[in-house]
């Protein structure tokens, strides 16, 4: 029974408002009209494409047969044009649901009866949770709340997110966006991500279609006058085997996501949305992508007129469509398209391909089924509930890490540290902390706020926003802190200095933070906690070295409820288990690495990037983090101290024999053939607080086997596991040669070292004998 229905069957007319408000609410059918195959349009309902019990790739020729040259040129691009002589809608492919859904793309608005949507944290603090299970569970919170905005009229069903390149030099403004700087935990965070954004609905449907963005060796954006759509990236095949390329793998491979974005950036001297070797041999022919890919916006434009990599626009359309591209992002392809296939340039056959892969996703996604589906009751109701609400919280809880503690001056104390000075340019922010391609938040709780429900406080900013330009509020914030029981300082960056299109020159605190820093640690009576919120690294060696800070928290962008976070974990309400994602290098490093040099392995006076390959000094190291609590590793059961690689023929064995390289080419190996290696890790808390712990297994391999390999060891496995004070938890990892003890050769090949492979688990050490089976 429709909801007008059951309104007219009411009498009274308190109920009858009362039935068509919860109606208007709760119903996506009276909301959204619908994009195409509308039961009720007898025109449509009869035509082939609307049929949902013929296969899908059926129904996608059908259509294509359908549309003229023209309508199908004006479907190539992001806001794509209605035929409404099929009753098909206009469509808009453009949202972003980076860490929640956000407004930044066209295709998603807040307003009315949807004001906002759950403001996870930013990208680089819920990586440095850990936690695999966390990920895709934010992923099905955010797809949730989009599907009922979808429902609502307010948005659509294809987001273009999540971000999964590599944080490579700790400069890069759009850092906070990604899962860090090691290629297994992005590539982990895309599989798992992806997974909660599209669902798990079988058949190939897709809860809404997430996309990997931006392929690739794409991570710098205006530094000493280069920029994005200039830049030449270098990479040699090493490099994109084991780092660039590895998350976007995972992504088609093991998120089976529904897109790939390629970059605005140019690779070895060709822009890569329009590399067929990139596009259509890599993501769609090896990788077998059930998708579409799609343009960084503008990326066609820009390869054309600024780039200059064609003579015509006419030539620069047909190169992007003939190198694989789907959709252009942008108005360029809806203009110059049809003038390349007047000349020559493109054949209609070629649209047809790149519209097949973007109808396919449009129906995977049910939009040509008219109101049927699993996900047409979502509504407004069913965004920023309690629970989603909570999953915000803990999320900031899970990715906040304690760097120092000195003396364990924290949690504090209820009855010791009544009054609490709360100080810093950061210290009562909200958008702040939410970061970059954020919407609009169900609600903020800002860290003077969280503190505030623990403590009396005394607040100062210090310093008028995070550039910090002048002195004159220092003398209030000492006076604050004189006068509490303990100051917490909340510093650091917001996307003033960090952001798409800015990176930054150094990596210290901006303006005069520094100094407030030290002045209010010298006037303090109480210990001193410094909170820092950024996306990259931040150079704090005279915090970390400084008796009177007592204590350190990254807290990266902690979403909405961030401040709540942060005053649980100082408080103890929580305790801090997150581990930092990327490497804190000092300032002196960026002095020697130009942000142009892409490559990761050290040489000369290079000194190489991430901690796979740079051995210099750090402020704080990768996956560093401390908690309230202790714990301890070791092994429950005796592993295996060799294991023997199946080859898989006669001239492989032959090879290995008369070799120098003392390694075996994965291809050449038997995989499947022979078991992996179980890793049984106890962990015991031997403190007194329970605790969550993040267990890295890393690989070393064997020196001097493989040329130019400069690895140093490189994570190959991490697990979180919950363990009660005083209580042990078991974490089982299955290490697999070739999945995990394989490295990558000069030419991008990626080889199996034979000899001794040195597994690090915490401060446990266990070799690994590793031999061909002839």
């Avoid at 005796?638 to 064995?653: E, Y």
């Avoid at 490295?743 to 080889?751: A, F, I, M, P, Q």
């Amino acid at each position: 029974m429709s909801c007008n229905n059951k309104a007219l069957l009411i009498g009274n007319k308190v109920v009858v408002i009362l039935v068509f408000l919860l109606c208007l609410v709760h119903s996506s059918e009276s909301l959204r009209p619908l994009f195409a195959c509308d039961p009720a349009n007898g025109l449509t309902r009869t035509l082939r494409f609307c049929r949902v019990n013929i296969p899908i790739h059926v129904r996608v020729q059908d259509l294509i047969g359908r549309l003229t040259l023209q309508e199908k040129i004006r479907n190539l691009v992001n806001n794509a044009a209605a035929v409404p002589r099929l009753g098909i809608g206009g469509y808009e492919w453009w949202s972003e649901a980076l860490h929640g859904v956000s407004d930044v793309g066209p295709g998603s608005k807040f307003g009315g009866a949807f004001p906002g949507a759950t403001s996870f944290p930013q990208v680089i603090t819920t990586a440095a949770s850990f936690n695999q299970s966390l990920w895709e569970e934010i992923g099905r919170v955010v797809s949730d709340e989009a599907r009922a905005m979808y429902n609502g009229g307010v948005a659509g069903l294809t987001y273009w997110s999540p971000n999964v390149n590599i944080l490579r030099d700790p400069r890069w403004g759009r850092g906070q966006e990604t899962p860090g700087e090691d290629p297994i935990v992005a590539a982990k965070y895309a599989a798992s991500y992806v997974r909660g954004l599209q669902g798990t609905a079988a058949g190939n449907r897709l809860k809404v279609a997430a996309c990997c963005k931006h392929y690739t060796a794409y991570d710098l954006d205006n530094w000493n006058g280069v920029d994005r759509f200039h830049f030449n990236a270098k990479v040699t095949q090493q490099d994109l085997e084991d780092t660039y390329n590895v998350p976007f793998k995972s992504c088609v491979y093991e998120g089976k996501v529904a897109s790939v974005m390629c970059s605005y950036n140019q690779v070895n001297g060709k822009p890569t949305c329009a590399d067929e070797n990139l596009l259509k041999n890599t993501i769609r022919g090896q990788w077998r992508l059930n998708g579409y890919i799609v343009s960084d916006c503008d990326s066609v434009d820009v390869f054309f007129n600024q780039q200059h990599y064609t003579s015509t626009p006419e030539e620069a359309a047909a190169a992007s469509i003939k190198a694989g591209l789907d959709l252009d992002c942008g108005p360029f392809l809806a203009i110059f398209t049809e003038g390349a296939v007047k000349k020559g340039l493109l054949t209609e056959n070629d649209i047809n391909l790149a519209l097949a892969n973007t109808l396919t996703v449009q129906m995977r996604l049910g939009m040509f089924d008219g109101n049927l589906g699993p996900y047409a009751n979502l509504g407004p109701r069913d965004v920023c509930t309690p629970a989603h609400k909570h999953l915000a919280l803990e999320a900031a809880h899970q990715g906040i890490v304690l760097l120092k503690n000195s003396g364990r001056s924290l949690p504090l104390s209820l009855r010791r540290h009544r009054t609490v000075a709360v100080i810093g340019p950061n210290s009562d922010v909200t958008e702040t902390m939410i970061g970059n391609y954020a919407g609009k938040a169900c609600a903020y709780t800002t860290p003077l706020q969280g503190i505030s429900r623990y403590a009396r406080t005394l607040h100062q900013a210090g310093c008028a926003g995070v550039a910090c330009k002048g002195n004159q509020g220092f003398g209030a914030a000492e006076a604050a802190a004189r006068e509490a029981d303990a100051t917490v300082l909340v510093m650091g960056l917001d996307q003033s200095i960090e952001a798409e299109t800015r990176d930054r020159t150094g990596l210290l605190l901006p303006g005069y933070q520094q100094d407030l820093v030290t002045r209010v640690a010298q006037a303090s009576r109480g210990p001193v906690i410094l909170v820092l919120m950024s996306g990259g690294p931040i150079d704090v060696t005279f915090a970390k070295n400084d008796p009177r800070v007592a204590a350190i928290i990254w807290a990266g962008y902690p979403g909405q409820a961030g401040g709540a976070a942060i005053a649980n974990i100082i408080f103890g309400a929580a305790n801090p288990g997150g581990k930092l994602p990327m490497t804190w290098y000092p300032q002196d490093y960026v002095a020697k690495v130009p942000m142009t040099v892409m490559a990761m392995r050290a040489s000369g006076n290079y000194p190489g990037r991430t901690y796979r390959f740079y051995k210099g000094p750090v402020v704080f190291p990768f996956g560093f983090g401390l908690s309230y609590t202790t714990f301890t590793h070791s092994l429950a059961k005796s592993p295996l101290a060799q294991l023997s690689v199946s080859l898989s023929n006669l001239n492989s064995a032959n090879a290995i024999l008369n070799s120098t390289s003392h390694s075996i080419k994965v291809s050449h190996t038997n995989c499947n053939s022979f078991p992996k290696m179980p890793l049984h890790v106890e962990v015991s808390n031997t403190g007194v607080f329970d605790g969550t712990h993040t267990v890295f297994v890393f690989a070393e391999p064997p020196k001097n086997r493989i040329k130019g390999l400069g690895v140093n060891k490189q994570l190959i496995a991490f697990e979180k596991v919950h363990v009660m004070a005083g209580a042990k938890q078991t974490v089982r990892v299955d290490v697999d040669a070739c999945k995990h003890l394989g490295v990558v050769d000069e030419y991008g090949k990626r080889r199996i070292p034979m000899g001794e492979h040195l597994l690090h688990i915490g401060d446990l050490k266990h070799t690994i004998l590793v031999q061909p089976q002839l």
